[in-house]
């Protein structure tokens, strides 16, 4: 009897769905990102949403999912959630927080 073996790896995975042009989920200390994979290496992958690109390292990634459908949620929601409450300082172009003391 032959058998034939296939191992995926969350680099195949990767590769996969950039090749496809799918959107993918990667699981980062405990957080879901999202975003479609603009490249992936032996290291790490970039992440691109419409705002943001996100550079993760392969070896803190523990899953991968790739959803059939994506529900039109914002991407990266921690980020975009902390990122609509900064404010933009007039004297110098930085990002602060409302409220905040500048130095």
């Keep these: 009897m032959h058998s034939t073996s296939t191992i995926f790896t969350v680099g195949t995975a990767l590769r996969r769905a950039?090749?496809?042009n799918l959107p993918v989920e990667v699981l980062v200390?405990?957080?879901w990102l999202r975003g479609t994979v603009a490249g992936?290496?032996?290291q790490g992958v970039i992440l691109s949403t419409h705002a943001e690109h996100s550079v993760v390292r392969l070896e803190s990634i523990s899953a991968?999912?790739?959803p059939e459908t994506m529900a039109d949620v914002p991407v990266a929601?921690?980020?975009d959630q902390h990122r609509q409450q900064l404010a933009i300082r007039e004297e110098?172009?930085?990002f602060a927080m409302p409220?905040?003391?500048?130095?």
């Design 92 to 94: 110098d172009g930085a």
């Design 29 to 31: 200390q405990g957080h």
């Design 64 to 66: 991968v999912r790739i």
């Design 99 to 103: 409220g905040a003391v500048s130095a």
């Design 40 to 42: 992936v290496d032996g």
């Design 77 to 79: 929601e921690t980020f």
């Design 18 to 20: 950039e090749t496809n």
